[in-house]
């Protein structure tokens, strides 16, 4: 069984920085896309960022451009999010998804799940 465990998130204020990590356990890890997606309260899961296979291919969603970074370590079996200059809008529960995505910012085409990590940011 194919299991994705999140970590990193907390509660910190407007500027600073996270790093979520995402483990990946119970499967191959280099077979799948990774993907990064949150959801606020009351409102819809969002993309956040993804990253292919190899690396070699990353996309950010347009409001976390030039204070996100996703990367992966295929030794390790993890992916991380880096979170910079982080702002209030940026809080929400943020899930790791994995997957064989060919669209990589579309939630339904990832099969494998974490239970998320809170990020608060205060103003």
């Known amino acids: 069984q194919v299991r994705l465990a999140e970590s990193g998130g907390g509660l910190v204020q407007t500027g600073d920085s996270l790093r979520l990590a995402c483990v990946v356990s119970g499967g191959t890890f280099n077979d799948y896309y990774v993907g990064w997606f949150r959801q606020a309260p009351g409102n819809e899961r969002t993309f956040v960022a993804a990253?292919?296979?190899?690396?070699?291919?990353?996309q950010l969603a347009d409001p976390v451009k030039g204070r996100f970074t996703i990367s992966r370590d295929n030794i390790k079996n993890t992916v991380v999010l880096q979170l910079n200059s982080l702002i209030p809008e940026d809080t929400a529960v943020y899930y790791c998804?994995?997957?064989?995505?060919?669209?990589?910012?579309?939630?339904?085409?990832?099969?494998?799940w974490g239970q998320g990590t809170q990020v608060t940011v205060s103003s």
């Open positions: 990253i292919s296979r190899s690396g070699g291919d990353s």
């Open positions: 998804a994995a997957g064989f995505a060919y669209d990589m910012r579309r939630a339904g085409q990832y099969d494998y």
